[in-house]
């Protein structure tokens, strides 16, 4: 795996999770055996987002996490330092992997959505970088003076 410092938005992928469907419905399965990369340590999950409201707005140092619109839809916005793409979610059986040392930003949920994580590790406030400069500088590796976009 890539370096968090050398990580680029390419490198986030849309992954098609395992999905059985009968007649009495679909259930989607999030396993390492069925093609999940890291072994979840934690889920949480976000709901009852008011309109208008972002989340995230933060990169992470260390922490893989796989993101699904499990109900509902909303958009998300990924940047490197160099650039940005933005992927919309909408479907409960295709989730969003994001290897650490992207920003992200969460916009645009629909009445009614969830987004779902799956995390690769426990909760440690130490491994977010709260602000887009520091998130420049931890890209950086803290001593080039290279200008990164905003
Ligand atoms: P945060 O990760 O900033 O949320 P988001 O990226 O969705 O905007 O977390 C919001 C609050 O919840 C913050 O006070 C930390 C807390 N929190 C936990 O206690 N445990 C967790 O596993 C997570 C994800 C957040």
Same mark, same amino acid.
């Given at each position: 795996?890539?370096?968090?410092?050398?990580?680029?938005?390419?490198?986030?992928?849309?992954?098609? @999770?395992?999905?059985?469907?009968?007649?009495?419905?679909? @259930?989607?399965?999030?396993? +390492?055996?069925?093609?999940?990369? =890291?072994?979840?340590?934690?889920?949480?999950?976000?709901?009852?987002?008011?309109?208008?409201?972002?989340?995230?707005?933060?990169?992470?140092?260390?922490?893989?996490?796989?993101?699904?619109?499990?109900?509902? /839809?909303?958009?998300?916005?990924?940047?490197?330092?160099? +650039? /940005?793409?933005?992927? =919309?979610?909408?479907?409960?059986?295709?989730?969003?992997?994001?290897?650490?040392?992207?920003?992200?930003?969460?916009?645009?949920?629909?009445?009614?959505?969830?987004?779902?994580?799956?995390? /690769?590790?426990?909760?440690?406030?130490?491994?977010?970088?709260?602000?887009?400069? +520091? =998130? +420049?500088? =931890?890209?950086?590796?803290?001593?080039?003076?290279?200008?990164?976009?905003?």
């Amino acid at each position: 795996m890539k370096a968090p410092q050398q990580t680029s938005v390419s490198d986030a992928s849309l992954i098609h @999770l395992k999905k059985i469907h009968t007649d009495e419905g679909n @259930l989607v399965v999030c396993s +390492e055996p069925d093609g999940l990369p =890291f072994q979840p340590r934690r889920v949480y999950y976000l709901y009852d987002i008011p309109a208008g409201e972002s989340r995230g707005g933060h990169g992470h140092k260390k922490l893989q996490q796989l993101i699904i619109a499990i109900s509902g /839809s909303f958009k998300i916005q990924l940047k490197d330092g160099i +650039e /940005s793409r933005t992927e =919309f979610l909408n479907n409960p059986a295709i989730g969003l992997l994001l290897p650490p040392g992207l920003w992200r930003e969460i916009t645009d949920f629909s009445g009614g959505s969830t987004c779902f994580v799956l995390a /690769s590790a426990e909760y440690d406030p130490s491994d977010y970088i709260r602000t887009y400069s +520091e =998130f +420049e500088a =931890f890209k950086l590796g803290q001593n080039s003076s290279t200008k990164l976009v905003q």
